[in-house]
């Protein structure tokens, strides 16, 4: 079974990847910028030995390039994509009284929107098949929001929805759609963050511990799998208790 990982280069997306590998699925690896990282996963995972994987350079925030690459990715596997992990995303912080508007644009095109134009060149094929798994990586900062990250915890709000619309509609179809959202977990992303700002999060998480990537990748690997089966349209928060009500 064939699943595409955008954002794949660094960070969760990296390790999901290989979580996925490692359980015997064909990995389409995505990638914007970091192709000598993505080429070391891929060397990673060819190492593995037991699946086929391929990286695939694409700006997930233009539609064209999603197109394009999910025609390629079509040729190169012989199969359509059955998993898709929406995980490629970025900040742009800022107060909103200071926020550029293009930062507000840049965050909102490439966490909210990407995941709209993967999901719509994605489903035709699920549908087909009557079988499907999108995964959407969230946030808390879209069910909390988050102080300096206006855009960012708009985008993760709209991916939930997006996530709970797509599950009513295409669940009659055999497609479940369900989203992570991570709390802090340590990558380049939450590396970037003030000291404090970092601090003053990890000391309010009931766990009391920055998250790995690895445990995203164990949660994306559940709704990936036929132990999730039954679920679908739900927000699983991984983020050692910090949102729990
Ligand atoms: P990261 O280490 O900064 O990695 C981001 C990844 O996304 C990179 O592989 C990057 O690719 C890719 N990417 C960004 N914009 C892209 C675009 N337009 N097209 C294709 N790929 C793009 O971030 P991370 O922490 O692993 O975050 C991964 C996801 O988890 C994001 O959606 C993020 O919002 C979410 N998340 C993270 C945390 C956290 O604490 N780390 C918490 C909550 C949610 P290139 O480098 O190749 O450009």
Known sequence: MLALITGASRGIGRAVALELAKNNFDVALNYNHSQGEAE??????????????????????????????????????????SVLVNNAGLTRDNLILRMKIEDWQTVINADLNSVFY???????????????RIINIASISGLIGNFGQANYSAAKAGIIGLTKAAAREY?????????????????????????DARNAIINNVPLNKIGEPQDIANAVLFFAGECSKYITGQVLAVDGGLTMC
């Open 40 to 81: 070391n996963l891929l060397n990673e995972i060819n190492a593995l030995g037991n699946v086929k994987a391929g990286i695939f350079q694409a700006d997930v925030a233009d539609n064209d390039q999603v197109v394009e690459m999910f025609s390629d990715i079509k040729n190169y596997f012989g199969v359509h994509v």
């Open 171 to 195: 669940a009659s179809k055999g497609i479940t759609v369900n989203a992570v959202a991570p709390g802090v977990i340590e990558t380049d992303m939450t590396r970037a963050m003030p000291e």
């Open 118 to 132: 993967c999901t719509k060149s994605a489903i035709r094929d699920m549908m087909k098949a009557k079988y499907g």
